[in-house]
């Protein structure tokens, strides 16, 4: 049977999504409400509205189409319009990527990236690469004067191996900069059908993570996560878990030994359609108490 190594990019993939706001909106600790509309065919329209101490919003529309890719119209309350536009090409074993990515404010301000990415898998290899060219424009207060930066990075990455062991490495190269190479690490990922263990570098190896993944079971996911950084000898564990109550209700605790905890909860109602989302994060260094650092409620409605 092949067996086609983890992308090195994903080698903790599981593990990052147990602890990252951006899965199911869990950890979000923002105060919003978020409408979606799903129109059948391929285009979809959602309107987030964000209450911290002033009220923000942004309407995003998303086109997807099985023969391009897709496309993205965000336009946000502080003046921004950010354009993105993603063509996707599959053919044996390759994928390719071609994003683009627009950022206009009203103050004349502007970002520009493109970024082609290549992703090629075959038995025991992947590799995964990416050139972005970047022009940044920036506009002074009396609006007589515009300065352009353009910047352009080339990451490379590999992986490696066969009965569930791989391991790879990433090189980031920086054609412009004084120091060609900006950064390289590497690392290795043990992985079987309800677990996964890694180890990886990261900032040339001035920190070294570790991941661990385990699929309990269909409605219950753990994992553990170690950073060890060399420059201060600081060391952090944390430990996450998630867990479906029922169908329709889903909890996620993180614990980690500096003292902080994070709790969420989501629930998904049918009548009428609306997902609710409460996350708290909990400090207690070094004393009995508890005290809440953190707190968010989200409310989505619509074809979330």
């Known amino acids: 049977m092949p067996f086609f190594p983890a992308l090195f990019a994903n080698f903790n993939k599981e593990v990052e999504d147990l602890n990252e706001p951006k899965v199911a909106n869990k950890f ?3 105060n919003r409400v978020v409408v979606k509309r799903n129109t059948g065919n ?3 329209v959602s309107t987030t ?3 911290d101490d002033s009220i923000s919003g942004e309407v995003e529309a998303v086109y997807k189409s099985s023969d391009f890719g897709k496309l993205t119209v965000n336009q946000q309350t502080d003046g921004a319009v950010i354009a993105k536009a993603k063509l996707t090409t599959l053919a044996d074993n390759l994928t390719v990527n071609v994003e683009g ?3 206009v404010s009203y103050q004349n301000n502007g970002d520009d990236t493109l970024k082609v990415s290549a992703q ?3 038995d ?5 690469g990416t050139l972005e060219l970047s022009r940044s424009i920036t506009t002074s207060k009396d609006k007589k004067e515009a300065t352009s930066n353009v910047n352009s990075s080339v990451v ?3 992986s490696g191996g066969s009965d569930g062991f791989s391991v790879g490495g990433v090189i980031n190269l920086n054609p412009q900069g004084e120091n060609k190479v900006g950064d390289y690490d590497a690392g290795f990922r043990y992985e079987q059908d309800n677990f996964n263990f890694n180890v990886q570098t990261a900032k040339k190896g001035q920190k070294v993570n570790a991941g661990y993944f385990h699929r309990i079971s269909n409605i219950h996911q753990f994992g553990l996560f170690g950073s060890l950084d060399r420059s201060n000898n600081a ?4 430990l996450l878990n998630d867990y479906d109550l029922d169908s329709n209700t889903c909890t996620r605790v993180s614990l980690d030994t500096t003292g902080v905890a994070r709790v969420a909860l989501e629930h998904s109602l049918a009548d009428p359609r609306v997902r609710v989302n409460v996350a708290q994060q909990l400090d207690f260094k070094g004393n009995s108490k508890f005290t809440a650092s953190k707190f968010g409620l989200g409310l989505t409605f619509g074809d979330y």
């Open 235 to 238: 060391r952090t564990l944390t």
């Open 124 to 128: 025991q290899f992947t590799v995964d």
């Open 120 to 122: 090629y898998l075959q």
């Open 28 to 30: 979000n600790f923002s």
């Open 156 to 158: 490379l990455k590999a």
């Open 49 to 51: 509205a964000t209450f």
């Open 42 to 44: 391929g285009l979809s």
């Open 101 to 103: 990515y627009s950022n």
